[in-house]
C-alpha cells in the first residue's frame, strides 16, 4: 500500500507539473515568482482582449492564444482536443506550435488572407500522427483590430457567441459545417464542404466569446434536503422528457448552459442583479444573488462574472460539513465574489490561506461538485 501511495504522489506531481507546461503556451499573467496565473489580458485603443484558464485535474487539450501580427492585426485561435490526458496534450502542443511558426514574420499579402491553408495545414499533421479517437475542434481568426473587419476559418467550432451592441443582447451564428482536424485526410474534406474561410465585420462595443465545452457542459448533481444524490422525478413529465430547459426526467444532473451563461452576460453588461436557478437542490428556498450594479460591462467583468457563478453552480453547503471537507478558489474568483455575490458570507466562512501557493485559497466546511473538465474563455472587445 505504502509503494502505492508513493506512485500516486509521484504521478500526482507530474500532472500538476504537466498543468504549469500548459499554461506555458496560453498568454497568461505571471506573478512574480514567474509562475502563470488563471487571467491573461491585452489592450488598446481599438480593443480588449481577455481570457480565462482553470485546468481541470491533470493536463487536457484546452488551448487560446491571441498574437499581434501588425499595428492593424492580430491572430487568434481556441483550441480544444477530444479527451483528456498526456495524448491530448501532446496535440495541443503541436497546433500550439504550427499556429505560433506560421504567424512568425507574418505581413499582408497582396493576395490577401487566407487562414483556410492553416487549417489545412493543422489537419494534415494531426491525421498523419493516426492519433486514434483523438481530434482537435478549433476556431482562428484574423482581425483586422482598427476596422473590425475578421476573417474566421473553423474546423469543427462553428457557432460564434456574440454579445451584439447594436441589439444590446447576446447572438449566435454558424459559420459553414467543417470536421475538426485530425479526422480525415484534407483531399477528403476539400470533397466536401471543406474548410471555409469567412468574413465579418465586428463593431464598436461587440464582444466575441470563444469557450470551451467546459463551460455550458459544466455540470451539477441533483441532491435532496439529506443532501443524498437523486434524480429528476417530475410527476407531471414522462420519462426523458425536457424539465424546465435544463435537463430531462431521469437525469442525475444539469449543465450550466448556454442560456445561462447568455443571461448573465446580459445581465453584466446591463449592471443588473442576477439569480442562479438550481433545479433539484438541497436547499429549494434558498436565492443565489449576484449584484453587478457598480460594474461597467467591460469583457474582464464579464468573464470574471462566468466564472465566478460557474464556481457557485457546482458548490453547496452541507451543514454537516467538517473541517476536513475543503475546496479550492482561484484568489481572483475570491476577490471576485467578495465584490457580487450577497451570499458570500454565508458559504465562505472558513477560509484557509495557502503561502505555498498564493494564487488560490481554500474554505473549509464546504463541498463542490467535480469540475469534469477545462474551463478555458476568451472574450474580444471590439472598442
Given at each position: 500500500?505504502?509503494?502505492?501511495l508513493?506512485?500516486?504522489?509521484?504521478?500526482n506531481?507530474?500532472?500538476?507539473?504537466?498543468?504549469?507546461?500548459?499554461?506555458?503556451?496560453?498568454?497568461?499573467e505571471?506573478?512574480?515568482?514567474?509562475?502563470?496565473?488563471?487571467?491573461?489580458?491585452?489592450?488598446?485603443?481599438?480593443?480588449?482582449?481577455f481570457?480565462?484558464?482553470?485546468?481541470?485535474?491533470?493536463?487536457?487539450g484546452?488551448?487560446?492564444?491571441?498574437?499581434?501580427?501588425?499595428?492593424?492585426?492580430?491572430?487568434?485561435?481556441?483550441?480544444?482536443?477530444?479527451g483528456?490526458?498526456?495524448?491530448?496534450?501532446?496535440?495541443?502542443?503541436?497546433?500550439?506550435?504550427?499556429?505560433?511558426?506560421?504567424?512568425?514574420?507574418?505581413?499582408l499579402?497582396?493576395?490577401?488572407?487566407?487562414?483556410?491553408?492553416?487549417?489545412?495545414?493543422?489537419n494534415?499533421?494531426?491525421?498523419?500522427?493516426?492519433?486514434?479517437?483523438?481530434?482537435?475542434?478549433?476556431?482562428?481568426?484574423?482581425?483586422?483590430?482598427?476596422?473590425?473587419?475578421s476573417?474566421?476559418c473553423?474546423?469543427g467550432?462553428?457557432?460564434?457567441?456574440?454579445?451584439?451592441?447594436?441589439?444590446?443582447?447576446?447572438?449566435?451564428?454558424?459559420?459553414?459545417?467543417?470536421?475538426?482536424?485530425?479526422m480525415?485526410?484534407?483531399?477528403l474534406?476539400?470533397?466536401q464542404?471543406?474548410?471555409?474561410?469567412?468574413?465579418?465585420?465586428?463593431?464598436?462595443?461587440?464582444?466575441?466569446?470563444?469557450?470551451?465545452d467546459?463551460?455550458?457542459?459544466?455540470k451539477?448533481?441533483?441532491?435532496?434536503?439529506?443532501?443524498?444524490?437523486?434524480?429528476c422525478?417530475?410527476?407531471?413529465?414522462?420519462?426523458?422528457?425536457?424539465h424546465?430547459g435544463?435537463?430531462?426526467?431521469?437525469?442525475?444532473?444539469?449543465?450550466?448552459?448556454?442560456?445561462?451563461?447568455?443571461?448573465?452576460?446580459?445581465?453584466?453588461?446591463?449592471?443588473?442583479?442576477?439569480?442562479?436557478?438550481?433545479e433539484h437542490?438541497?436547499?429549494?428556498?434558498?436565492?443565489?444573488?449576484?449584484?453587478?450594479?457598480?460594474?461597467?460591462?467591460?469583457?474582464?467583468?464579464?468573464?470574471?462574472?462566468?466564472?465566478?457563478?460557474?464556481?457557485?453552480?457546482?458548490?453547496?453547503?452541507?451543514?454537516?460539513?467538517?473541517?476536513?471537507e475543503?475546496?479550492?478558489?482561484?484568489?481572483?474568483?475570491d476577490?471576485?465574489?467578495k465584490?457580487?455575490?450577497?451570499?458570500?458570507?454565508?458559504?465562505?466562512?472558513?477560509?484557509?490561506?495557502?503561502?505555498?501557493?498564493?494564487?488560490?485559497?481554500?474554505?473549509s466546511?464546504?463541498?463542490?461538485?467535480?469540475?469534469?473538465?477545462?474551463?478555458?474563455i476568451?472574450?474580444?472587445?471590439?472598442?
Amino acid at each position: 500500500m505504502t509503494q502505492g501511495l508513493v506512485k500516486a504522489a509521484a504521478a500526482n506531481k507530474d500532472l500538476i507539473v504537466g498543468k504549469e507546461v500548459q499554461k506555458m503556451f496560453i498568454p497568461l499573467e505571471k506573478d512574480a515568482a514567474g509562475k502563470k496565473g488563471s487571467t491573461g489580458f491585452e489592450t488598446n485603443d481599438h480593443i480588449d482582449f481577455f481570457g480565462y484558464y482553470e485546468g481541470a485535474k491533470g493536463v487536457s487539450g484546452d488551448y487560446f492564444d491571441f498574437i499581434k501580427l501588425d499595428n492593424d492585426h492580430y491572430a487568434v485561435i481556441k483550441c480544444d482536443v477530444a479527451g483528456k490526458g498526456v495524448p491530448a496534450a501532446l496535440i495541443m502542443v503541436e497546433v500550439a506550435t504550427i499556429f505560433t511558426d506560421y504567424f512568425r514574420g507574418w505581413s499582408l499579402e497582396p493576395g490577401g488572407i487566407h487562414i483556410d491553408q492553416l487549417v489545412y495545414k493543422i489537419n494534415d499533421t494531426l491525421e498523419e500522427r493516426g492519433f486514434k479517437g483523438r481530434f482537435a475542434a478549433l476556431i482562428i481568426i484574423i482581425l483586422n483590430i482598427k476596422t473590425g473587419v475578421s476573417y474566421f476559418c473553423h474546423a469543427g467550432d462553428q457557432l460564434l457567441h456574440l454579445f451584439s451592441s447594436q441589439k444590446n443582447k447576446m447572438t449566435q451564428s454558424s459559420l459553414p459545417e467543417a470536421p475538426a482536424t485530425g479526422m480525415f485526410d484534407s483531399e477528403l474534406i476539400q470533397m466536401q464542404s471543406g474548410y471555409q474561410q469567412i468574413k465579418k465585420i465586428l463593431q464598436s462595443g461587440d464582444i466575441l466569446f470563444l469557450f470551451s465545452d467546459g463551460f455550458d457542459e459544466s455540470k451539477r448533481m441533483f441532491r435532496n434536503e439529506q443532501f443524498a444524490l437523486i434524480s429528476c422525478n417530475e410527476p407531471s413529465l414522462k420519462d426523458g422528457e425536457v424539465h424546465n430547459g435544463t435537463h430531462k426526467k431521469g437525469d442525475e444532473s444539469e449543465e450550466f448552459g448556454l442560456h445561462r451563461m447568455y443571461s448573465l452576460i446580459e445581465t453584466v453588461k446591463n449592471r443588473g442583479t442576477y439569480i442562479l436557478k438550481k433545479e433539484h437542490t438541497s436547499l429549494s428556498d434558498e436565492e443565489l444573488a449576484f449584484d453587478f450594479s457598480n460594474q461597467n460591462g467591460a469583457v474582464r467583468d464579464i468573464i470574471m462574472a462566468l466564472v465566478s457563478v460557474e464556481k457557485i453552480y457546482r458548490i453547496y453547503k452541507n451543514p454537516a460539513a467538517t473541517a476536513d471537507e475543503r475546496i479550492l478558489v482561484d484568489q481572483k474568483v475570491d476577490e471576485f465574489l467578495k465584490r457580487h455575490f450577497l451570499q458570500y458570507g454565508n458559504y465562505f466562512s472558513h477560509r484557509i490561506e495557502l503561502p505555498e501557493n498564493p494564487g488560490y485559497v481554500s474554505f473549509s466546511h464546504i463541498n463542490e461538485d467535480e469540475q469534469y473538465d477545462d474551463l478555458t474563455i476568451l472574450g474580444i472587445a471590439k472598442k
